[in-house]
């Protein structure tokens, strides 16, 4: 090897460290902002009067404007081969609205500013993604997709619990006294890792773009159905966890209205449920990584699948708080595998030069069918406590049979989606091989 192909060799290695230090930098420093407040925004909804259709107002904004501006930020991104100036300027602008939340005076303010920030912070999704993709391989990218998901879980479940601990017990405190800390400290954690995020190294392209080109970007940007209809594979999976998302949405914005009014929970618990089920998919993470790149997705997509049709059941018969620490705990599993599992179908079945854009469409389409269906979950709580005279437990429970018999449903359906991509093994397979390793174990 010549001293300059050895120079050159040291100087790749030197700035991929420099790029993947930058990054888990960024994961610590933004899960972390986003802990101390995130898991906390619905209970300040309910502190300020939201009602069950404000919730379904307030979980749905959260569902769709993360993703509503994804798809033509990531053809943005694809069109200028650039990832590191949106997760920049995206976070620093989104990380700034937590210090106005907690001067709102009522539900639609705060509905308000949190479909402002997702929609902003919406241009660091596909763009975050596509940077992954961008310096990984097939090989590794199981691996290294769990170890940035181990740093950012660790982040925010540290960050979780502290803000639960420091957060005033008493319920004569201000909205203002509660929450002013954790989301002041969250404001600041985001903007500081957004600008570490600019240390990461990519390949010298110029940000320019002819007219013509911006302008036929422009008419296009938010036209994405030649992508689903381009690829059958990744059709089929936008199709079936569409369907299934939507099914999920359903209760999610009467989970918070579960955990005060039903079993009584305070801050601390509240922070300690999301800890537990953090800390159990964090503690699954690194170990479904490795399985994914030995059996490939579509295994892990069908056991998480199955798996969350628990959460509806656990939720309508729960009656202590302990109930839900135990489903989280149980969940750890599964939730690790749908977090791994989707992102690498996707990367699997996109072409390279459209990767941001295939999450940007996939993320859309979710959030669009997530968006209805907490609507109609929140205007479902709304009739059915009306309907069994505002009985917490027999309205909130109905909400949470329509969920359950829809996840079975969808789950059934996941059969149809097929892995386009050979892995080394199967899942029957490594079973097989693993019981016949135990089995000479014994003798």
Request: charged share 15%.
């Amino acid at each position: 090897m010549s001293q300059s192909t050895s120079t050159g060799a040291r100087v790749d290695k030197k700035a991929q460290a420099e790029t993947f230090s930058s990054m888990y930098s960024n994961q610590v420093a933004v899960n972390f902002g986003k802990g101390l407040a995130d898991p906390f925004v619905p209970v300040l909804a309910i502190d300020v009067g939201a009602t069950p259709a404000q919730l379904g107002w307030l979980q749905a904004v959260i569902n769709l404007f993360p993703a509503v501006m994804q798809v033509p930020w990531g053809k943005l991104s694809d069109l200028f081969g650039r990832r590191v100036p949106f997760l920049v300027v995206g976070g620093i602008l989104s990380f700034i609205l937590y210090f106005l939340m907690v001067g709102v005076i009522d539900a639609w303010q705060l509905i308000f500013l949190v479909a402002v920030q997702m929609a902003i912070g919406s241009m660091m999704i596909p763009t975050w993604s596509a940077l992954v993709a961008d310096n990984t391989t097939p090989r590794n990218r199981g691996s290294v997709m769990s170890k940035f998901f181990a740093v950012s879980a660790s982040a925010s479940l540290v960050a979780t619990l502290f803000a639960g601990a420091i957060m005033p017990k008493g319920e004569d405190n201000s909205i203002l006294a509660t929450y002013s800390l954790p989301f002041f400290m969250a404001g600041l954690s985001g903007i500081i890792g957004s600008i570490m995020i600019s240390r990461a190294k990519e390949e010298k392209k110029l940000m320019y773009a002819s007219p013509r080109r911006i302008f036929t970007f422009s008419l296009k940007s938010f036209m994405f159905t030649s992508d689903l209809t381009e690829n059958k594979y990744f059709r089929n999976l936008v199709v079936l966890n569409t369907a299934f998302n939507f099914m999920m949405s359903v209760i999610w914005p009467i989970l918070y209205l579960t955990y005060i009014k039903v079993l009584n929970a305070t801050l601390l618990d509240i922070a300690i449920m999301t800890v537990i089920s953090t800390g159990a998919t964090l503690f699954f993470q690194t170990k479904v990584g490795k399985l994914l790149d030995l059996i490939g997705p579509m295994p892990q997509i069908l056991i998480s699948r199955f798996a969350f049709i628990s959460v509806p059941i656990v939720y309508a018969l729960a009656t202590q708080v302990w109930h839900i620490y135990v489903l989280n705990a149980g969940l750890g599993f599964a939730s690790a595998m749908a977090n791994v599992a989707f992102f690498a179908y996707i990367l699997d079945v996109a072409p390279q030069e459209k990767k941001a854009q295939y999450f940007a469409v996939y993320n859309t389409v979710i959030g669009v069918a997530t968006f209805v269906g907490s609507i109609i979950g929140g205007y479902l709580a709304y009739f059915f406590l009306e309907y069994y005279g505002g009985d917490w437990v027999l309205g909130l429970g109905a909400v949470y049979a329509v969920s359950a018999f829809g996840r079975a449903a969808c789950s059934i359906w996941f059969f149809k989606l097929k892995d386009p991509v050979t892995y080394p093994e199967t899942l029957t397979g490594l079973m097989k091989k693993m019981f016949r390793r135990w089995k000479s174990g014994l003798r």
